[in-house]
């Protein structure tokens, strides 16, 4: 039976490359989350046109940090498939910009 994961950070990089493993290597479904929603959109693409997976991937645009963009990611795999069985926590963002300190960060910017 397949698994569906949801995979944040997926429309490029690390994120992207799980969500293609997932997808062509371990049969799952996935949603997908990122903020980008042109390389969401091109992922989406490529995964249903180029790889003929049509209907494994749910895309959910938008910062992972919005309690109901991660609802909204839940409430797609539930209706999509019936369930969630994981999730790779992968979207990530400099909270020292450009370069700074790690001690310096404040409470709110680990919490992003």
């Known amino acids: 039976m397949s698994k569906s994961i949801i995979v944040t950070g997926a429309s490029r990089g690390i994120g992207r490359a799980v ?3 997932l997808l062509k290597n371990f049969n799952s479904n996935v949603v997908a989350i990122a ?6 959109s091109s992922l989406k693409v490529h995964v249903e ?4 997976l049509k209907g494994r ?3 959910v645009i938008g910062d992972v940090a ?15 498939w019936g369930k969630l069985d994981g999730v790779v926590a992968n979207a990530g963002i400099s909270i020292l910009q450009p370069m700074g300190k ?4 404040t409470m709110e910017d680990w919490k992003r």
Request: glycine share 2%; no cysteine.
């Open 35 to 40: 903020r980008s929603e042109k390389d969401l």
């Open 102 to 105: 790690i001690a310096d960060a």
């Open 49 to 52: 046109e180029d790889l003929g």
């Open 66 to 80: 919005d309690e109901n963009v991660a609802e909204q990611a839940v409430q797609k795999s539930l209706n999509a």
């Open 19 to 21: 969500t293609l493993q």
């Open 57 to 59: 991937l749910e895309i």
